[in-house]
């Protein structure tokens, strides 16, 4: 009985995947075409304009800035992570935000997508997995610029992809929720403003310890500086085991925003 059990959950896993796996596989087709890859070379120069001018340009007048564990890095070692942390984050809120929405309310592709077999949370996963995607291609071209430039080793470069792909997905099923909730375009403004808020105050140009205490507990609360507190840590080569709960608390994020797609596409789409 058990192992009828455990065969019909892995089935259904099986099923489950594929059915994901093929809202993936759409894009992919529909990613071909040339205007595509422009907006996502648009969305990985912005993180990386940023890292030149202030992290190399301004760092020069900055000096060494100190790490959590008291050792001193260039200015630009220490933006660095930042801004790929802001670059998985551009990537999958690109995705799951504005494309995702335009999808759902306007060309209608779900409404057609659920008169097959799919389930409105295989959907889901297979538009967070896309925005994985886009957000991986960031990481990985923003790793090999941070290599090249000698900001991180290769070996701790490729120890921070998995991570980087980790704060994709957390932003992506973050998105994805609140897009759901969303009742026109212009309500892009506040995502927009958000966005563009906690890129300036998630630890991302200065430490958190040099922001009064009461934002400081802020920021902290903010799912951006979590990923740039774990990246920081891999790519300057000081990880801990405090770097657990910037794990926990963006997996359960990714999780949170992708349960509240599904269910929230179950009540739009299917009542």
Known sequence: MVTTFVAARVARLDRGAAGALSVTGR?????????????????????LLYLLSIGVGVGRLIGDVALPDGRLVTYAQFVAPAML???????????????????????????ATLATPLTPMQVSSGELLWAMVRGGVYSAAFLVVMAG?????????????????????AFGGLGMGLSTLLRSWQDFDYINVTQFGLFLFSGTFSPPGDFPPALRVIVELTPLYHGVAL????????????LVWHVVYLGALAWGGLWLAGRRMEKLLLT
């Open 85 to 111: 942390a802001a670059s998985a984050m551009n990537g999958a809120l690109a995705e799951t935000t504005m494309n995702f929405y335009g999808k759902l309310k306007f060309m209608k592709i779900y409404d």
């Open 149 to 169: 430039l000698g900001l991180t080793s290769p070996g701790w470069a490729l120890a921070a992809f998995p991570a980087s792909l980790l704060v994709g997905f």
């Open 27 to 47: 894009n992919v087709a529909a990613a071909r075409h040339a205007a595509y890859w422009w907006v996502l070379l648009s969305g990985f120069a912005e993180p």
């Open 231 to 242: 990246l920081r840590a891999v790519t300057t080569a000081s990880p801990s085991w405090g």
